[in-house]
């Protein structure tokens, strides 16, 4: 049997680009989950090993979708050679079970190692610039200017917090926290 796995990081992201290049390969059952590739915890992988055998064939688009670090990877790799398992991976081919294979896919797998150390170094550098600067909040963008909740805040005097939110769009939620930030 052919065995498709899909996975994507966070539960925005889309599965079904991986999905489809799967069922191209003609890939017998699909295996989807949203897990962050730091996750151990990732049931349908688990699911996916405990099902496969001898003879059959994990399919992936990408090394990273599969595997947490290089040293996963190899492990992987390495139970799934010894099970009799191929693994084909679709922006590298089919990994084979050769010295010549092994060297080719720890080759891929370093760089991608490589590549995610290097992402995350540079997001740590980027952050610690940022928080140099003055005008730095952690976190996301606040949604309403200073002068929208003074507004609210004016109106809040004479309105119920209802009122409030249908004239300004400003939940009573922001309109309480708002107030209690005041004093």
Do not use: W
């Amino acid at each position: 049997m052919k065995f498709g796995y899909a996975r994507v990081s966070t539960q925005g992201q889309d599965l079904q680009s991986q999905v489809n290049k799967l069922r191209e390969e003609y890939c017998d059952e699909i295996f989807e989950e949203k897990f962050t590739a730091t996750s151990s915890d990732r049931p349908e992988f688990q699911k996916l090993l405990n099902q496969i055998e001898q003879g059959d064939t994990l399919v992936v688009t990408k090394l990273d979708r599969f595997a947490r670090s290089a040293n996963d990877a190899t492990s992987i790799i390495e139970d799934l050679f010894n099970r009799g398992v191929r693994v084909h991976v679709l922006n590298m081919g089919i990994v084979e079970d050769t010295p010549t294979g092994r060297l080719i896919f720890n080759i891929m797998v370093s760089f991608a190692q490589f590549e995610r150390d290097m992402i995350v170094e540079r997001t740590q550098e980027g952050k610690e610039i940022a928080k140099k600067r003055n005008d730095f909040r952690e976190g996301r963008p606040k949604k309403y200017q200073k002068k929208q909740i003074d507004h609210a805040m004016e109106l809040l005097n004479e309105h119920s917090y209802k009122e409030v939110e249908r004239l300004t769009g400003i939940s009573k939620s922001t309109l309480i926290r708002s107030k209690r930030k005041r004093g």
